[in-house]
């Protein structure tokens, strides 16, 4: 039997529903049902990765040159990486998380069938093309919720969030050089240059550097720093790569960074 | 709670003023209440950069490359290492020299950069903020800065405490410099490869021709397109290179010599037609000599941060 996109809706939500009871017992402080939290994660990522095989054998070449192609890896990514920050750090919450991430692109393929076969630009079919995308995405929810920890510890007034705030901010800014870095690479082999200060690379720059003041912040800890700004930049940060994302899209000269592909 | 949170605060004075001008009556507001407190080095930062932020008003443009081309651009660099590594070994201690490697100086350094940012993602696009002296000067400053961090910690360090730090820190240092003392030597050119002849004239961004060593013909295009939707999905391009055949398309440059790369650019949009052939297309010629300690510190930076991930407790 051939794997084709109309079996993608049974895979789809069978994996999004065993990944979603996994999540949701992922979130039980007891150890009981941890076991069966990542066995139900595991059959999903089984059931997917059957899909994602299946459509790679049917197709004969990598499923990654379409719209729809590239949405599936990122939900398989998104949820890949929740899944390894939880085991990793015991973030309880962060497969819930990444399920929702993961299940807004499964959602979008079921209910715009017409793009799956929506071939990539020239500019987009390269390698890095998915990995620089799923790894900038997967920053930006780590780094959601570093900013709702953070208005957080404001409201409260309380320094008891720092500690969680930290460790999202490192794994988070891992994961956002990774996704700098690769595109500098990917720019290279693309338009000649590693770095061309357009419009969503500057807004990228300067969210890493937000990043990178809190960061900062936090090793002068000899120092009486104002909490409202340590809190502060982090939302700041927020704010940055919502920019970079799609504000830079929104501004009316918009159309002549590199970044934009009309 | 306003007050409480966010510390010290009063409203500035100064407001309608030339922004950067408004920036340094309110931070001079600031240092005449507390001229000893921890706003010496805050102080001499904006000083610096208000120098070019004039001159950069006062010239109309930002810095012109042309003049530190190599070898220039690399002596400079020597020369001005060679000082920070003897002001290091002489007077590291002093408290000068700690406020300059301080994570302090470092924030106040970021804090800049990320408004620059900031500026810069604003800006039309038109406007070249990247040349522009208070963002070269800005930049400058930021790379004397991690000198003076790396060479500081490479005084005694050790692998294992020190190793992400280095990777880090080095990494960007690596790709800064490299970016920054290699920009004189980048040479962006586009040649348009005709199926009729030969050509070696490329003509650079300011319009002006330039002879290579190189004779392009274009010997044949192909669009490759999707049996789905039959949009293009790739671009190939067969070019002769000094009568040898190359392979172009999108997203594979060719390598012609040390730190030069050809690209293909744009074509001849009778290709698109139904049974059109391409009489020509554009090609990009770029040179960058100093391409490679680039990448070299980009993966140490990347391999810094991977690190430190695994460290996270």
Known sequence: MMITWNLFQPFALASLACWLCGALLALRPAGGSRRISLGLMGLGFLLYATFVAGLWMALQRPPLRTMGETRLWYSLFMMLSGLLVYLRWRYRWMPLFAWVVAAVFIIINLVRPELHDQSLMPALQSGWFVPHVTVYIFSYSLFGCAALLAVAGLVRRTSSYLASTDRLVTIGMAFLTFGMLSGCIWAKQAWGDYWSWDPKETWAAATWCAYLVYIHRRLRKGESLSLGLTYGWLLIGFLLLQMCWYGADLLPWASAGMHSYN | ?313
């Open chain 2, 1 to 313: 709670m306003f007050v409480r949170v966010f510390g010290q605060k009063q409203t500035p004075k100064g407001g309608k003023c030339f922004p950067p001008f408004g920036v340094f009556t309110t931070f001079l507001y600031f240092y005449a209440q507390n001229p000893y407190r921890y706003y010496h080095m805050t102080l001499w930062l904006f000083i610096y950069l208000f120098f070019f932020v004039a001159l950069q008003v006062v010239t109309g443009s930002g810095m012109d490359l042309r003049w530190m081309a190599f070898p220039l651009n690399g002596m400079v660099a020597v020369g001005l290492l060679a000082l920070l590594f003897v002001a290091t070994r002489e007077w590291d201690r002093s408290r000068w020299m700690r406020s300059l490697r301080s994570p302090r100086m470092a924030c106040r350094l970021l804090v800049l950069l990320t408004l620059a940012g900031v500026v810069g993602g604003l800006l039309p696009s038109g406007v070249s903020f990247s040349t522009s002296w208070p963002f070269v000067a800005l930049l400058a400053a930021l790379i004397v800065h991690l000198t003076l961090v790396l060479l500081h910690r490479l005084r005694r360090f050790s692998l294992k405490r020190d190793g992400a730090f280095l990777l880090v820190h080095g990494g960007l240092w690596l790709a800064l410099v490299a970016g920054f003392v290699g920009a004189p030597d980048k040479a962006r050119l586009r040649i348009l490869a005709s199926r009729d002849g030969e050509q070696s004239a490329a003509m650079d961004e300011q319009g002006r021709m330039v002879s290579l060593p190189y004779a392009m013909q274009l010997l044949q295009f192909h669009i490759e397109c999707s049996e789905a939707d039959g949009s293009p999905v790739q671009y190939r391009a067969s070019v002769a290179i000094n009568g040898s055949p190359v392979e172009l398309s999108v997203n594979h440059p060719h390598t012609l010599g040390f730190g030069e790369d050809l690209y293909l650019m744009n074509f001849d949009p009778r290709a698109s037609e139904a049974g059109g052939e391409a009489a020509w297309c554009v090609l990009l010629y770029e040179r960058q000599p100093w391409q490679h300690l680039l990448l070299a510190g980009l993966l140490m930076l990347l391999a810094g941060v991977g690190w430190m991930l695994v460290r996270v407790k």
